[in-house]
């Protein structure tokens, strides 16, 4: 974590290249830059005291990911899990991460909501609204239709109209 050439300049997490007891480096992870951060900061505290240094170690615990419909798989103290478990875990994980916890309930009671009702999603339906007002300006010019590929067309070409920005004259 110390620079070695340069011993004022520290660096963790996923920019630095620190390497493991055999030599190899850690993977650049959430659960090491954590840990990473806590061990520099007693060693800038020792530096600063002319303490001897610790080497920063650390066992990764294991690896999860989330598959989507409640569905995971990972390694977790070297034993695979998988299916709802491995899911379960992940999100309880996570949800242990965050800081206090009253946002913590608020998480717990808005996933429990989830569970119960529909994706709260809204969609604009951008492309009817922009075919009718197509539609409609097409209308108003003499000897014009509403062509497929070039929008408002008429007998020289597509028309140049506010939303008919396919077609230019
Ligand atoms: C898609 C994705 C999924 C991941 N999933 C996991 C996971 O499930 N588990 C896990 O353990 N790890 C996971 N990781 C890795 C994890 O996010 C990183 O290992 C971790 O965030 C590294 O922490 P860090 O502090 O080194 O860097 P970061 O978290 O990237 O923090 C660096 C910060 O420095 C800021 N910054 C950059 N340049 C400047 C500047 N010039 N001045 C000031 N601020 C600056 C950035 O904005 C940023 O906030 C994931 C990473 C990605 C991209």
Not at 35 to 63: C, D, H, M
Not at 71 to 98: C, D, P, T
Not at 129 to 134: K, L, S
Request: overall charge positive; aromatic content about 10%; hydrophobic content about 40%.
């Amino acid at each position: 974590m110390r620079v070695k050439q340069t011993p004022n300049i520290w660096a963790i997490g996923d920019c630095a290249d620190i390497p493991d007891p055999s030599g190899n480096p850690y993977p650049p992870l959430a659960q090491h830059a954590i840990r990473e951060g806590r061990t520099l900061a007693e060693n800038i505290t020792s530096a600063i005291r002319n303490r001897p240094l610790n080497p920063f170690v650390y066992q990764t615990k294991g690896s999860l990911a989330a598959l989507g419909h409640y569905r995971g798989v990972g390694r977790v103290y070297g034993i695979r899990v998988k299916g709802f478990l491995a899911w379960w875990i992940w999100r309880s994980y996570y949800l242990m991460r965050m800081p206090r916890w009253e946002r913590r309930i608020r998480i717990m009671l808005d996933w429990t909501i989830a569970l119960f009702v529909k994706n709260d999603i809204v969609q604009l339906d951008l492309d009817r609204i922009g075919q009718e007002h197509v539609e409609q300006a097409a209308k108003e010019i003499p000897h014009a239709h509403v062509d497929r590929r070039f929008g408002i067309t008429d007998d020289a070409g597509p028309v140049r109209v506010p939303g008919n920005e396919v077609g230019s004259r």
